[in-house]
């Protein structure tokens, strides 16, 4: 029989986000072949090649797993098994199931495991952050970050990625560096030049700014806006603190930094919409109260909004934006008795119109910015329905869900837990109670968005 592989025997490629690329690279020889398990092997492995490339990943894995245990020394398997269950990653952490608690935990064993076999590309680093992210493990992104900028120097995309997470962790001046490199590398970009604006404007104001401090936040207040202010913020920010604390549990924040804007800035250094009064993306961000009011917006209810971001932020398992949204709105307290008739005005009850149609709506894709619309269908939808919920069952239940999901459970094992039904299904009820229509057969889930590493700065009101 055989001891060597055919030209069939390659290296599998795996370049980019998205569709993985076809073969390439050349074959090798067998090393420590049992005699007779040759032809075994490479009709194994060239089985394994073709599912491969026709995006069967799964079933290829068994296929070189099973040519590995007759050549455990064949490096050019052991590389295509690592890439496959790099590729098996990539597909979990871009599809819809991609911030399901479940799906992280397994994509991050894959990942592991192919570097197990292979070194790794900047690619799998990338995925690496990703995953770490989702799980809400920045130290453990920006790691992965820094191997992938290692192995691509010229990666654009990983410098930005690096940058945002480097600010996250409160660490300016090296987000500053990486920013800069990936404006080097792009050219001009508008989104790039803003997010750099804005790091270099936090530290400056982390800098220079008045600080007034307490055990849970540090609050910079600029020379334009009267320190007395500053402690109202300040305040308010403990007592919001508190008493979501009572609600949902967990610990005290410490030292969360908060950055107050002077007079007409907030839009210009955060590129936020001038509609959006605050932000939460590691720092907490409030705009000048005076334009808060000329906005139609109250200063205790965006520093509500924001601690409540805040407050979910630290749970040990990731929450869908609906959720999120839908939570910090409850949370703030503010008036939105006109958005029931909005909603149904717009059809928002349409039976094919559920809350994971909504989330992929916003799922931010390659070249593409979702709408105003379809932002502002997805915060009426998920008020309202949990507004419902809390009327139904008591705002006691939510809160029992969310201390739920603070001890590990997915939100959709807390909320079947709580309220008897997930998520969905809840939302399909209240849907056609609004119709006036028996419930409809489930709705599929959402679509995949991009791979890439997200900007998780700037939760929009």
């Avoid at 050349?26 to 394994?48: I, K, M």
């Avoid at 009267?226 to 308010?236: D, H, I, K, T």
């Amino acid at each position: 029989m055989s001891r060597t592989v055919s030209a069939s025997l390659v290296l599998l490629g795996l370049l980019s986000l998205g569709p993985v690329p076809a073969l390439s690279g050349p074959g090798s020889a067998l090393g420590g072949t049992a005699a007779g398990a040759g032809d075994e092997v490479e009709t194994l492995h060239a089985e394994g090649v073709s599912l491969y490339e026709r995006g069967e990943f799964r079933r290829a894995l068994d296929r070189f797993e099973a040519a590995l245990r007759l050549a455990p020394d064949e490096r050019v398997i052991r590389i295509n098994l690592g890439r496959t269950c790099v590729a098996i990653a990539s597909q979990l952490l871009e599809g819809p199931e991609g911030e399901d608690p479940r799906a992280l935990e397994h994509a991050g064993r894959m990942l592991q495991r192919g570097l197990l076999h292979w070194e790794g590309d900047a690619l799998t680093h990338e995925l690496l952050a990703l995953c770490a992210l989702r799980r809400g493990r920045l130290s453990e992104a920006e790691r992965a970050l820094e191997d992938a900028v290692a192995r691509a120097p010229e990666s654009k995309r990983a410098w930005r990625q690096l940058g945002i997470v480097r600010d996250r962790r409160g660490d300016l001046a090296g987000a500053i560096e990486a920013l800069e490199r990936a404006v080097a590398l792009s050219g001009p970009s508008d989104e790039l030049q803003r997010r750099l604006r804005r790091v270099h404007h936090d530290q400056e104001t982390v800098r220079d700014g008045r600080p007034l401090q307490s055990r849970r936040f540090r609050v910079f207040v600029p020379p334009s806006i009267p320190l007395e202010q500053g402690r109202e913020v300040l305040a308010l920010l403990d007592r919001t603190s508190e008493d979501l604390e009572r609600r949902w549990g967990g610990d005290p924040p410490a030292g969360v930094e908060v950055i107050l804007y002077p007079p007409g800035e907030f839009s210009r250094r955060t590129g936020l919409s001038e509609e959006v009064g605050g932000a939460f993306d590691g720092r907490i961000r409030i705009a000048f109260p005076a334009e808060l009011e000329e906005g139609g917006l109250e200063l205790g209810q965006v520093v509500r909004h924001e601690v409540a971001h805040l407050a979910l932020h630290d749970l040990p398992v990731g929450l869908p934006r609906w959720l999120d949204e839908g939570l910090a709105q409850l949370a703030d307290g503010g008036d939105r008795s006109d958005w029931l008739a909005r909603f149904q005005e717009a059809g928002g009850a349409r039976a094919d119109r559920g809350i994971l149609e909504r989330e992929a709506a916003v799922r931010p894709r390659k070249d593409t910015t979702p709408s105003s619309s379809a932002w502002g269908g997805l915060y009426r939808h998920s008020y309202l329905l949990l507004r419902s919920l809390e009327e139904t069952h008591g705002a006691f239940r939510l809160d029992l869900a969310v201390r739920r999901i603070r001890r590990g459970k997915s939100p959709e094992a807390a909320f079947e837990e709580v309220f008897g039904a997930t998520p969905v299904e809840l939302d399909r009820r209240w849907r056609a109670a609004l119709r006036g229509s028996p419930p409809e057969s489930p709705e599929r889930g959402g679509v995949p968005g991009s791979g890439e590493v997200q900007e998780e700065g700037g939760r929009r009101r």
